[in-house]
């Protein structure tokens, strides 16, 4: 069984910087393209970003292009989202997936999912 735990919740300031950390238990890690997504009260979960597991090929939302990081450590089984300048509209809850696409980017292309986590950003 596939288990992703994420890591990282926290209530920041605008222009502060948070990394989040997802887990994985389960599973070939080294094979799963992980993406990070984000859901606002009453929106759709919404692309952040992705790495592959080829070449660690990355993937970002305009939104969060120039200011948010992913990595992946295979030998840990994590992968990070490194978040800077952040603003009051990155506020959500934060979720890690995996997908077997090597390009996955939407909702319906990742397979297993993390339980979220709380990111909150005050101006």
């Known amino acids: 069984q596939v288990q992703l735990v994420e890591s990282g919740r926290g209530l920041v300031q605008a222009g502060e910087s948070l990394r989040l950390s997802c887990a994985v238990s389960?599973?070939?890690?080294?094979?799963?393209?992980m993406g990070w997504f984000r859901q606002a009260p009453g929106k759709e979960h919404e692309f952040v970003a992705s790495i592959s597991w080829i070449v660690s090929r990355t993937t970002y939302a305009d939104s969060v292009k120039d200011r948010f990081t992913i990595s992946r450590d295979d030998a840990k089984n994590t992968v990070y989202l490194q978040m800077n300048s952040l603003k009051p509209e990155d506020t959500a809850v934060y979720y890690c997936?995996?997908?077997?696409?090597?390009?996955?980017?939407?909702?319906?292309?990742?397979?297993?999912w993390g339980q979220g986590t709380q990111v909150t950003v005050s101006s």
């Open positions: 389960g599973g070939t890690f080294d094979r799963y393209t």
């Open positions: 997936a995996a997908s077997y696409k090597v390009d996955a980017t939407r909702v319906a292309e990742f397979a297993y």
